[in-house]
């Protein structure tokens, strides 16, 4: 879901530049290129992004502690 509606910006609307909040939910399934020594399991991903006109950057990490079974400590 990306709604893009305006964060609450607590009455200092025109006081520096635009914000706005999108909320993404991704769920991906099927084959990831590579493998982790042949373990199976799941972890999440956080991943956030920047956008200044036609400028965008994106970066990703896995959170700490959230892999399960085979990928546990990742």
Sequence with gaps: MADGSPPDDGG????????TRVTIRKRYSGVIEGT???R?????????????GE???SDGSIVPHSGTDGRTGI
């Design 40 to 52: 199976q399991g799941t972890f999440v991903i956080q991943h956030g992004g920047s956008a200044d």
């Design 12 to 19: 200092t609307a025109g006081a520096g530049p635009k914000l």
């Design 36 to 38: 982790l020594d042949g």
């Design 55 to 57: 400028d965008q950057s």
